[in-house]
């Protein structure tokens, strides 16, 4: 499986734009319209769009219509995913900077 259709894949790439962390952080208050949502950015509605692709892609929102109404709501499971994901390695790479304080401590007791 390529690393871009892995759903962890996928949604740390939704996450690393603000634009769509900003999305997020609307939708966390509650479902609401594409053209609300659109509201703050100062960007064309097709590039709301494309960023509203790549959250609904990544399975971190979900999209229906209601009549003329396009409605968004944020989807918590695959944020809960990679919490759990970055929560399992913390400890490794806390254990790994503390080695690395560890030799460079040591490396400039030689040089002093």
Do not use: Y
């Not at 603000?18 to 479902?31: D, E, M």
């Not at 769009?49 to 968004?72: D, M, P, Y």
């Amino acid at each position: 499986m390529a690393a871009a259709d892995d759903e962890l894949s996928l949604v740390f790439q939704a996450l690393a734009d603000p634009t769509r962390r900003a999305i997020l952080s609307r939708l966390h208050v509650g479902p609401t319209t594409v053209g609300e949502l659109a509201e703050p950015f100062a960007m064309s509605r097709p590039a709301i769009s494309q960023h509203l692709n790549v959250l609904e892609r990544a399975g971190l929102i979900e999209r229906t219509a209601h009549a003329q109404w396009r409605t968004c709501t944020l989807r918590t499971e695959p944020l809960d995913e990679a919490s759990e994901w970055v929560e399992r390695h913390r400890g490794e790479w806390n254990e790994r900077f503390d080695l690395l304080d560890q030799q460079l401590r040591r490396m400039k007791g030689e040089t002093s």
